[in-house]
């Protein structure tokens, strides 16, 4: 692996919040499938995208210097 990938586009990371959500879920009486983990991973890498995205536009419209290479 040579590329590099902002965290919130990982779904091994996602899968791991999920799989950590769903644990502690159980202890409180509540049981999510692999279907339903699976379903909640890909909606959260689609949110951490787009909130990803958002913030490097807002970022870029709010930043008061300009982006130059060294």
Partial sequence: MESNK????SKTVWGGIVALLA???GIF???LGIEEQAVLT???IGIGS???GLLA???????VEKV???
């Fill in 57 to 63: 536009v807002y970022g870029r419209v709010t930043a």
């Fill in 50 to 52: 787009a909130v990803g």
């Fill in 29 to 31: 009486g509540y049981t």
């Fill in 68 to 70: 130059k290479a060294s």
């Fill in 23 to 25: 644990g502690i879920a």
């Fill in 6 to 9: 902002p965290w919130y586009k």
């Fill in 42 to 44: 890909s909606a959260l």
